[in-house]
């Protein structure tokens, strides 16, 4: 795999059934640096990060950390990382994340220094132009970022590198996995697993197996009402049971794309169940 020479990845370990792979955090730039995502409040990742910072130190300071979106694997290394860079002698780093992260870092984490970063809005490191995208799906303040002049795209958790993501928004998710598919992407960092050389095939295939479920749903309600527990069961017959609860939030947002568009209805006689409308199969 030919990693391009602004790039140092940080692949961190984690015994995490969801998170197949690792976490990954990313170090771009030689001289002036920025990080992507800060890992969890466990403090490995921070200290993975500022030993990485301690060595360069001669040549290198961290001027900037960015969030792909304010889940705890994400930030929870953020306030470690940014002392720890100050008492290693470089200046405070800025933090920069989507508006809705913004607040959340506010809110849920103490944490109040950090900017918004608006779609389409560049960081500048060494010459290296990161571009973050909003990307909503996987959750509703998800940035992505791209470097375009090597096609390397950061994911974060809407495309990861050995599994599937949990989806919010289906109909939001497949607008922003259409963008990023768009960008034609060939290094792809991922929020978790592992870096993969075609990132626009692999962008392909999520689109492609989002439809697939689509399919299989509607396969089984043209058979009578399901719930969404029972179409999990059916469809998910063979994943670690640990998944399920995750696997039946993927089912559930393609329901709400199916009754958003007028395909299926919930019958509300107890617990919900969903059948199909007239026009449910085309």
């Known amino acids: 795999m030919q990693i391009p020479a ?9 015994d995490n059934v969801f998170h197949r792979g690792g976490n990954g955090l990313y170090l771009v730039g030689n001289e002036r640096l920025a990080l992507i995502d800060t890992g969890n409040i466990d403090h490995l990742g921070s200290q993975v990060v500022l030993e990485r910072l301690r060595a360069r130190r001669e040549r290198s300071v961290l001027h900037y950390i960015l969030i792909t979106h304010c889940h705890r694997d994400h930030v929870g290394g ?21 508006p809705l992260s913004v607040e959340c870092l506010r809110r849920e984490w103490d944490f109040p220094c950090a900017r918004p970063l608006l779609d389409g809005e560049d960081t500048i490191v060494d010459g290296v132009a ?6 909503p799906g ?10 375009p002049e090597s096609a390397t795209l950061f994911s974060g958790d809407l495309v990861l590198g050995a599994s599937t ?15 990023l598919l768009a960008l034609r992407p060939r290094l792809l960092c991922p929020g978790h697993g592992p870096m993969l050389e075609d990132g626009t095939r692999r962008v392909r295939t999520y689109i492609a197996h989002r439809y697939l479920r689509e399919r299989q749903i509607l396969q089984h309600l043209s058979r009578g ?3 969404s ?5 059916a469809i998910y017959s063979r994943i670690d049971r640990r998944l399920l609860s995750a696997a039946e939030r993927n089912v ?15 019958l509300s006689d107890g617990v919900p169940r969903f059948a199909l409308t007239n026009g449910g199969v085309r």
Not at 82 to 97: H, I, T
Not at 130 to 135: E, K, N, Q, V, Y
Not at 252 to 266: A, M, T, W, Y
């Open 6 to 14: 602004f790039l140092q990845p940080i692949i961190l370990p984690q």
């Open 78 to 98: 953020l306030a470690a990382i940014c002392d720890g860079a100050l008492r290693l002698g470089g200046p405070r780093p800025e933090v920069r994340a989507h």
């Open 130 to 135: 990161l571009r973050a995208l909003c990307t």
């Open 138 to 147: 996987h959750s509703e303040d998800h940035l992505c970022f791209f470097e």
């Open 165 to 179: 993501s949990i989806v919010t928004d289906l109909t939001t998710a497949l607008s922003s996995l259409r963008r």
């Open 225 to 227: 009402p399901h719930t």
């Open 229 to 233: 527990g029972e179409l999990t069961a």
């Open 252 to 266: 559930l947002s393609h329901l709400q794309k199916l009754k958003q568009e007028g395909r299926v209805v919930v």
